[in-house]
């Protein structure tokens, strides 16, 4: 049975507070039946230089990306993944990770792609349990393998292709890379390997709100005031629009995603995971330099 | 690939050999051991003047810094000095691998260390190959750091 929500009054105030929980709830709650605790960082290796006590480790790469095709893995092997973990499809799921949660903002999107009820973020992530001197571990978690059904992903409502962002033209669009990267003055030096596009720019008409001015500098999520001065006062998105947003390969989007569908309660926001890897490198679409939006889309109102 | 793979140096090698009798678990044990063992920066290049002496490799996800040293008199053998944070284990297992793998050889040795030498060390499946990248953006830097400090002056 899903374990009830955090009830911490500092989580009240965002639209959809069962997606939370705060280092305390957690620090309680980690030998409870029905919970496990997930981390998913950048660096594969963190989780074994020491991990919340019980934690299993989802990793970005190995357990949700399929080996081959650019793609995320099919329901039989995400059903693998976590019934290995001992998480089954009533299991109450709290991912944490490092760099701001960026890493499990992600997991916890692909998880919601396979529709898992009950899914939630660590506010603070990894660096908040550690500032606050919680307990790390070596020592590997001994669950139980269960049984997870093999369900069918269901990319419709939260993911976008490059054709539905085609189609989306004219309508908002985040972009939540560096300034920069949405410049399109990326630099090439000589001889140097560089991950990347062929071209550098942005999807006509997306606002720039780069992903990490959703956390305060505790890691932890902004105000739900503060936030809306970002997204709705300054770049002018209304809960009801229509929202894609993209990165580089859709992980700091995944970020932005949660933000936007979670903390402000936008009922459709989709996460366009072939990003800036794949617009930047398909022939023909439209591409705006600079700092504006272009596409017909003005300055932030 | 047409064309037998160049052979990797020795201690490279050896390095190759024992990720790839490990199992995917054991791989990632002996990565972590890379990374603990990492030498810290000698002092000259801690202070804010050294700082600037180091390269910031782009490829790596998180931020990783290197030096390389090549000794004056032959046989030009070469020294390689890494900064990375606690925090980004994996990225230091990578910097460990390259230090064990290739500090004291000589610059033609370093010079002829395959671009692909990182692909070949049975750690694609364990870490995935965008991660591993980053280990052949370290390789290129220092190949070229060898490369300019062994060209001979003008």
Redesign the interface.
Known sequence: MPVPPDPSPELAQYAHPERLVTTQWLAERLDEPGLVVAESDEDVLLYDTGHIPGAVRIDWHLDLNDPVSRDYVDGERFAHVLGSHGISRDTTVVLYGDKNNWWAAYALWVFSLFGHPDVRLLDGGRAAWVAEGRPLTRAAPSRPTVAYPVVERDDSGLRAFQADVLAHLGRPLVDVRSPGEYAGDLLHMPDYPQEGAIRGGHIPGALSVPWARAAAPDGRFKDRADLEAIYLQEVGLDPQDEVITYCRIGERSSHTWFVLAHLLGFSHVRNYDGSWTEWGNWVRVPIVRGTEPGGGRGRPR | MTTAAAPLPAALAEIAQDLQAASTRGR??L??EF?DDLPPLPPRYVDPAGTALLERV??C??PLFLSVEVEPAAPRRVHLFFAAP??????R?FAGILHAGLDGLPADEVLAVPDDAPMRLGLAE???P??L?GM??ML??IK?QVRTKTAPAP
Do not use: Y
Not at chain 2, 86 to 91: D, F, H, I, L, Q
């Open positions: 990632l044990d990565l972590l990374a782009d490829e996800q998180s606690p925090e980004a284990p994996t990225t297992g364990a870490v995935s965008l991660r990248r052949v953006g290129a830097r070229r």
